[in-house]
Every structure is written in C-alpha cells, then in structure tokens.
T-cell receptor, first 110, second 114 residues
Framework: SQQGEEDPQALSIQEGENATMNCSYKTSINNLQWYRQNSGRGLVHLILIRSNEREKHSGRLRVTLDTSKKSSSLLITASRAADTASYFCATDSYGQNFVFGPGTRLSVLP | EAQVTQNPRYLITVTGKKLTVTCSQNMNHEYMSWYRQDPGLGLRQIYYSMNVEVTDKGDVPEGYKVSRKEKRNFPLILESPSPNQTSLYFC?????????????FGSGTRLTVV
C-alpha cells in the first residue's frame, strides 16, 4: 500500500538553483521522513519531521509539513551537482508499516 | 563506524537454488527490515523484526523467509528463488521502528535469478 507520493517524478535544474519536491499522503501520520538515494546505493536518512512540527531545517535542506493538506515539501537551496539523486518521502502511521513513496529523480546540471 | 552491512553486493543465481543474503548492524537497534526496490514500484517491505525472535510480514513476503536469532543479524532467505525475485534488496535498521529516528540502510544486494 503506497502512502506517500512524491511530485514531480523527475526534476532537472541548474547548479545554484533551488529544488523543491513535494510529498502527499493519505492517512494521519506520526512522522514523515525524507531520504536520498544515489544511483543503486542505499538510502540515506536526511530529515524527520513529526506530526506536531511545521518546519525543520538541516543545512541546505528545509522541510515543511502541512497535516491539514496531508503534504510535505523538501527544499534544497543552492543545489550542487552532488545533490543529483532520487529523493523519497516515507511516512510512519499508526497501525501501518513504514511506507516509502516512489521517489523524485533530481538532476542538477553543472 | 555505525553501519548496516549486507552481503553479497551482487549475486547471480539459478532458479530454485536456495540462497541467503546476510544483514548485520552494529548499532544495537531493535528494529530491522528488508525491502526490495523495483523500477516503477519503489521500495516495498518484505519482512520486519521488532526484536529478537519477533518477525512479521511486510507487503510482499511471498517466497522469502527471515530469522532473528540475535539482535545484530537479520538474514533474508530465498528457499527457491524465481526470476520474479530479481531485484535490488536493502536491509535497514532503526531504534524503535523508525518512530523517532530514521532508518539506516545497507548498501544493497543486486540479485539476478536466471
């Protein structure tokens, strides 16, 4: 069962620009997490935001959560070529297994 | 270094030949899980374990077995692999099932069943 759905599926930007990815989900959550995956490698945890939080920052990452709209966004500021990867949101909900969305493929062009 | 170690990284096998993919974590995490990743389908959970001797099915458990005899190890067993189990597999661990902390993933095992 897919809970989180990222949007867009793919995104290409120039180095230095900001990248925004969105995640929508269906049922109430305990927390929502964002992960990065470089091609064929393991996922790396980026940030966790709890259901009672609205915004979190970590370095060049900014995550927002709107529980009324059941959506979250991940903003990467001043993107670099090394940010090229797939980004996944994952939701933790009561009574459900931890569920990953299908991901957004980000390409940062030099 | 805190990590989840999977072996092997790559494996090509023939239909029906039993295999085991090992997973070990050195962070004393209670929760461990196996996922498979397929193009267009994202990550799907196969099995998970909340603690030693406690395992449960995820979304796609058919054709797989797991065991959790020790806290650090969570092997994935394919008793009779079939070509539809060709996939990229990830082991992950977390304290408390990821509810307060994120998951740490292994580097993945790319399995091809011919």
């Amino acid at each position: 069962s897919q809970q989180g759905e990222e949007d867009p599926q793919a995104l290409s930007i120039q180095e230095g620009e900001n990248a925004t990815m969105n995640c929508s989900y269906k049922t109430s959550i305990n927390n929502l997490q964002w992960y990065r995956q470089n091609s064929g490698r393991g996922l790396v945890h980026l940030i966790l935001i709890r259901s009672n939080e609205r915004e979190k920052h970590s370095g060049r990452l900014r995550v927002t959560l709107d529980t009324s709209k059941k959506s979250s966004s991940l903003l990467i500021t001043a993107s670099r070529a090394a940010d090229t990867a797939s980004y996944f949101c994952a939701t933790d909900s009561y009574g459900q297994n931890f569920v990953f969305g299908p991901g957004t493929r980000l390409s940062v062009l030099p | 270094e805190a990590q989840v170690t999977q072996n092997p990284r790559y494996l090509i096998t023939v239909t029906g030949k039993k295999l085991t993919v090992t997973c070990s974590q050195n962070m004393n995490h209670e929760y461990m899980s196996w996922y498979r990743q397929d193009p267009g389908l994202g990550l799907r959970q196969i099995y998970y374990s909340m603690n030693v001797e406690v395992t449960d099915k995820g979304d796609v458990p058919e054709g797989y077995k797991v065991s959790r005899k020790e806290k650090r190890n969570f092997p994935l067993i394919l008793e009779s692999p079939s070509p539809n189990q060709t996939s990229l597999y990830f082991c992950a661990s977390s304290p408390l099932g990821g509810r307060s902390w994120g998951y740490t993933f292994g580097s993945g095992t790319r399995l091809t069943v011919v």
